[in-house]
Each structure stands twice: as structure tokens, then as C-alpha cells.
């Protein structure tokens, strides 16, 4: 072939090899970014669930006669795992009320995804 004439040239291998490098990296990072928002959507969705079976059980503490103050720790199952609620009640001296916290997290996780504080009527609880 001649410099001037008009034949059809086509990519050469080292263009195509920097398109293929270019675009794998590209999709590399779309990857990693997908992976990034799938996982905080996960945390998102165990937080919602956090507060969920915290805002029941302090529901449920109302439905209740009054308990005396004090910690326990039960054991829920919710959306096919198994989740701790750690319940803490103290009475309060400037009123008939017991304050309970209520923490909730994952039970193979001990950082709390969730902590609710609501009050009961005091009742016949004690210190």
C-alpha cells in the first residue's frame, strides 16, 4: 500500500488493548461502588428492623401490668434472624414513672443498632 491511497484501515491491537484497559477499569469501579451501596442498604434495612422490635417491645411493656426496675436481656426472632433486646428500667424520684431504655441489635453482633427510651407508669415497682 501507498501513503496516498485510500485503503480501509481498521484499530490497530494497541488501540484496542488501552479501549479493553480503559474499560475495565471503569467497570472495576462500578463494582466496587455497587458493592459499597448494596452493603449500606443492608445496614439501612437492620436499623429499620432495629427500631421496629425496639418501638414493639416498649408497646408491648405498656400492654403490661408494671414490673419492678432492673436489666434483662431477651432473645427475638424477626426477619429470619435472631435479634437481642436488652432492657434497662430505673424509676424515677420526681414522678410515679419507670424510665426503660431498650437497646436491639443483631444477636451474633454486640454493638446496638437501635436504642429507644420510653416511660411506664411506676406502680408497684421498686428500687
Known sequence: MTPGSN???GFTLLEVLVALSVFAVLAAAVTSASQHV???SQGGRDRLFASWIADNHLTELRLQAPSAVG???LEVSFDQRSWV???SRRR???AA???VD???GLAADPQPLQLATGWLEAGDATQ
Open 97 to 99: 414513672l419507670v424510665e
Open 85 to 87: 433486646v436488652a432492657e
Open 102 to 104: 431498650v437497646r436491639v
Open 71 to 73: 436489666r434483662r436481656t
Open 38 to 40: 448494596l452493603a449500606q
Open 92 to 94: 424515677l424520684a420526681q
Open 7 to 9: 485503503a480501509e484501515r
